[in-house]
């Protein structure tokens, strides 16, 4: 892709149609070639580039931070973006724990990103910088150690895990769930949260359709999982366990695919699709009758 985006800037350097390209846009795409930065430092095309759209790109090559630490055409990184961004090296934080150019990390977003290794956290549970992480945003980070939740149900640096964080978290396992189904310290998971998480095994649902430890399923919450069954819901298109289906999150839904909505174009059980909601939805799955790419049902 970035061989493409760069061929497109070469052929069309005013832009397709003549209307120019957008270097915004451009500086926050995926694909950008990074080497066409490190070549450009002053921009291209006429325009400078936006250090903040840089900063937000999740393919950040930190290499660029390393050879223009003031920053580039004049404007310093954004800290704020760079703190969350998963592009981030962490080894670049460690050498430069100040921060960046006299910009300061912002640990709440550095306690989100991803790239954070929990060893680190553990090296140094104070923060950084004088910054306290912040044990709400850690119990979301996909790198958080099950295993230290396990030996620490009480939080981390005098702080409470956050349920809601914790039962949202991506790296969640369902075996985890099983084996603390009363939650963590006195804390219940939360059913919108646990129902919404694709680590969710679909065939837990379909074994336990009353719910779980007592509690039934949040169908705003398992209506939005994009690990749903397409299948089971069109043959229940009622819901589960009495409770209907939420079709602005069935809309929203990032697996849902169009195949499923070509087959109930008035939307299931007597309720409409969310037309806003369907109106932005990706494409996704195969045309009936036509020969496309094959839908994953569930």
């Not at 985006?5 to 070469?10: A, H, S």
């Not at 150019?101 to 977003?109: D, F, H, K, P, S």
Request: proline share 8%; with cysteine.
């Amino acid at each position: 892709m970035s061989r493409l985006l760069r061929y497109l800037l070469e052929a069309y350097p005013r832009g397709l149609n003549q209307q120019g390209w957008n270097l915004e846009a451009l500086a926050i795409n995926r694909s950008l070639p990074w080497d066409l930065v490190f070549d450009n430092p002053d921009g291209i095309l006429g325009q400078k580039w936006d250090t903040l759209f840089l900063s937000h790109n999740p393919s950040l090559d930190c290499d660029l931070l390393r050879q223009y630490p003031e920053g580039l055409c004049g404007e310093s990184w954004d800290t704020y973006f760079l703190s969350c961004n998963p592009g981030l090296s962490w080894d670049f934080v460690v050498n430069n724990p100040d921060g960046i150019n006299g910009e300061a990390w912002e640990v709440n977003r550095l306690s989100l990103n991803p790239a954070l290794p929990w060893d680190y956290v553990l090296q140094h549970p104070e923060g950084i910088n004088g910054q306290s992480w912040n044990t709400e945003l850690l119990s979301c980070n996909p790198s958080l150690s099950w295993d230290y939740v396990s030996q620490h149900p009480e939080g981390f640096n005098g702080e409470e895990w956050n349920m809601l964080q914790l039962s949202l978290n991506p790296s969640l396992s369902w075996d985890f769930v099983l084996q603390h189904p009363d939650g963590i310290n006195r804390q219940e998971w939360n059913m919108y949260a646990l129902s919404r998480n694709p680590t969710l095994p679909w065939d837990f649902v379909l074994q336990h359709l009353e719910g779980f430890n007592g509690k039934p399923w949040d169908m705003y919450g398992l209506s939005s999982n994009s690990s749903i069954c397409w299948d089971f819901v069109s043959q229940h298109p009622e819901g589960i366990n009495g409770q209907p289906w939420r079709m602005r999150e069935l809309s929203s839904n990032p697996s849902l695919p169009w195949r499923f909505v070509i087959l109930n174009p008035t939307g299931i059980n007597g309720e409409r699709w969310n037309s806003y909601e369907i109106s932005s939805l990706p494409y996704r799955g195969e045309v009936p009758g036509k020969r496309t790419k094959r839908a994953r049902d569930c």
